[in-house]
């Protein structure tokens, strides 16, 4: 019997959008829980800190993603047209 507790830990993840108004209105109600930015020094926890990494995370693939709606919006036409 391992003493390690991670060891029979499991995980599910949930997709939480399909669309990219999902996905932007995911973003926007992170931001809305995530603790306000201290003006002075930074002392948010490291839950806190990782609330915002992952918000910036989720917003630099905002690009990406509607890149690649766009080629899947031409193969789809591409595909119809033929």
Not at 34 to 44: E, F, G
Not at 53 to 67: Q, T
């Amino acid at each position: 019997m391992s003493s390690n507790p991670w060891k029979f830990m499991s995980c599910t993840f949930e997709a939480v959008s399909s669309t990219r108004d999902e996905y932007m209105t995911t973003i926007a109600k992170l931001r809305t829980d995530a603790v306000p930015i201290p003006a002075k020094k930074d002392t948010r926890s490291k839950a806190e800190k990782d609330h915002q990494k992952l918000i910036d995370n989720l917003e630099s693939r905002v690009e990406a993603i509607d890149a690649e709606i766009a080629v899947g919006a031409e193969s789809c036409l591409s595909f119809a047209l033929s």
